[in-house]
């Protein structure tokens, strides 16, 4: 059974940084894309980056590049989202996700993490 277990989620002021670990059981992580996505209140789900497994590409939504970092430990079988110089709109929801095809619409999702930015 493909499982996900997210951390490191919690209440930041602007500025701060937090990083976001999201552990996997029941596949191998590195034969899949892995993503993380958030959804603010008020707004549809955005997809904020992915790592892709066959060639470690990265995609970052123009809205984090530049200061989020997505990562993978292989050996710990977790995906990372190292989030720097976070501001108030970061505030939301954020799931880590995984496919073996396409990471624009992942099957497989963590439960989710609250990322709140406030001073």
């Known amino acids: 059974e493909v499982q996900f277990v997210e951390s490191g989620g919690g209440l930041v002021q602007p500025g701060g940084s937090l990083r976001l670990s999201c552990a996997a059981s029941g596949f191998t992580l590195d034969a899949y894309a892995i993503g993380w996505f958030r959804h603010a209140r008020g707004k549809a789900r955005e997809a904020v980056s992915w790592?892709?497994?066959?060639?470690?590409?990265?995609y970052y939504s123009d809205s984090v590049r530049g200061r989020f970092t997505i990562s993978r430990d292989n050996a710990k079988n977790t995906v990372y989202l190292q989030m720097n110089s976070l501001k108030p709109e970061d505030t939301a929801v954020y799931y880590c996700a995984a496919d073996p095809i396409n990471i624009r619409v992942p099957n497989y999702w963590g439960q989710g993490t609250q990322v709140t930015v406030s001073s």
């Open positions: 790592l892709l497994s066959r060639d470690n590409n990265t």
